[in-house]
């Protein structure tokens, strides 16, 4: 790894976050450091050198960085050392409302009282900015809003209830990342679009959706550009699941779809083995490939 720094407004990623022009883009969401330790470029050493060994094997230019994870900071800080922008991702508001009231109560509470989830949802609002603040202080060079509005089935909540009460409390992390000139991506699993207008009200720059499919995707990535926001993914794991092959068109289709703009390629979320890593390696060599032949 080097040990030279940049400025956050330096890196490719965030300029790109933010509508300017910045060539191909590509990096990590969230993949399973023990797929990373499996691919061996590394020799073993604490966890929090895993995501930082492959950002710099494999030259990315960002990666996400879980709040949550004991060495959280020791990984953001190894990215940064890599050359990249490290991405703080923190839980949103409506996670602390499941963890309260449970999964199927806090579904039921969203319909029938949505009142009755206010203490939790402003408890994990709460949590979710002093966490944002610890990243940015540590050097982060942008805030990830996981909060998942979906799932393979459709939404999850209703419109109304993420408009009135989730989206308004998520608005309070962007604001702190907007002060220090940074950019915010929203993250759920499944098929958001329906609440894509009220992301981008919230101040959002960008989403990252997770387990979407290809097809899914694509209409995802229309309906974003639409809404003013830019896009991370293009590789889904469907795809990486089918093996080397199928990462190289994987790849391919992003680059693509990247030369349009809005779009950083990336992988859904959902890596979790080596072959699947492996299978997206192919995918990044044949986006840069196909990149630098365009």
């Given at each position: 790894?080097?040990?030279?720094?940049?400025?956050?407004?330096?890196?490719?990623?965030?300029?790109?976050?933010?509508?300017?022009?910045?060539?191909?883009?590509?990096?990590?969401?969230?993949?399973?450091?023990?797929?990373?330790?499996?691919?061996?470029?590394?020799?073993?050493?604490?966890?929090?050198?895993?995501?930082?060994?492959?950002?710099?094997?494999?030259?990315?230019?960002?990666?996400?960085?879980?709040?949550a994870d004991p060495w959280a900071e020791r990984s953001l800080e190894g990215v940064l050392d890599a050359g990249a922008a490290p991405l703080w991702v923190v839980?949103?508001?409506?996670?602390?409302?499941?963890?309260?009231?449970?999964?199927?109560?806090?579904?039921?509470?969203?319909?029938?009282?949505?009142?009755?989830?206010?203490?939790?949802?402003?408890?994990?609002?709460?949590?979710?900015?002093?966490?944002?603040?610890?990243?940015?202080?540590?050097?982060?060079?942008?805030?990830?809003?996981?909060?998942?509005?979906?799932?393979?089935?459709?939404?999850?909540?209703?419109?109304?209830?993420?408009?009135?009460?989730?989206?308004?409390?998520?608005?309070?992390?962007?604001?702190?990342?907007?002060?220090?000139?940074?950019?915010?991506?929203?993250?759920?699993?499944?098929?958001?679009?329906?609440?894509?207008?009220?992301?981008?009200?919230?101040?959002?720059?960008?989403?990252?959706?997770?387990?979407?499919?290809?097809?899914?995707?694509?209409?995802?990535?229309?309906?974003?550009?639409?809404?003013?926001?830019?896009?991370?993914?293009?590789?889904?794991?469907?795809?990486?699941?089918?093996?080397?092959?199928?990462?190289?068109?994987?790849?391919?289709?992003?680059?693509?779809?990247?030369?349009?703009?809005?779009?950083?390629?990336?992988?859904?979320?959902?890596?979790?083995?080596?072959?699947?890593?492996?299978?997206?390696?192919?995918?990044?060599?044949?986006?840069?490939?196909?990149?630098?032949?365009?």
């Open positions: 790894m080097t040990a030279e720094r940049h400025e956050p407004c330096e890196f490719c990623a965030v300029r790109a976050l933010k509508g300017e022009r910045a060539g191909l883009v590509v990096g990590f969401t969230f993949v399973s450091i023990g797929a990373i330790d499996a691919m061996r470029w590394g020799h073993g050493g604490e966890p929090g050198d895993l995501l930082p060994t492959a950002v710099s094997a494999l030259g990315l230019d960002f990666a996400f960085v879980c709040a839980d949103g508001a409506f996670a602390n409302a499941v963890a309260v009231h449970g999964w199927t109560e806090a579904l039921r509470l969203s319909i029938a009282d949505p009142e009755a989830l206010g203490p939790a949802l402003d408890e994990g609002a709460g949590r979710a900015v002093a966490e944002a603040l610890r990243g940015l202080a540590a050097g982060a060079a942008g805030v990830v809003y996981a909060e998942d509005l979906a799932g393979a089935t459709g939404p999850l909540v209703a419109p109304d209830f993420a408009n009135d009460e989730l989206l308004p409390r998520s608005a309070r992390v962007v604001a702190e990342a907007d002060r220090v000139d940074l950019p915010s991506v929203f993250h759920s699993d499944g098929d958001v679009r329906v609440f894509l207008p009220g992301i981008a009200r919230a101040g959002f720059s960008a989403v990252h959706l997770g387990g979407l499919g290809e097809d899914a995707f694509l209409r995802m990535l229309r309906d974003a550009r639409q809404a003013g926001l830019r896009v991370l993914g293009g590789i889904e794991g469907e795809s990486l699941r089918r093996g080397p092959m199928e990462g190289v068109r994987a790849g391919t289709q992003a680059a693509l779809l990247a030369v349009a703009g809005d779009l950083l390629v990336a992988d859904d979320g959902s890596i979790a083995t080596s072959e699947e890593l492996a299978a997206f390696v192919s995918a990044l060599e044949a986006a840069r490939g196909e990149n630098s032949a365009g």
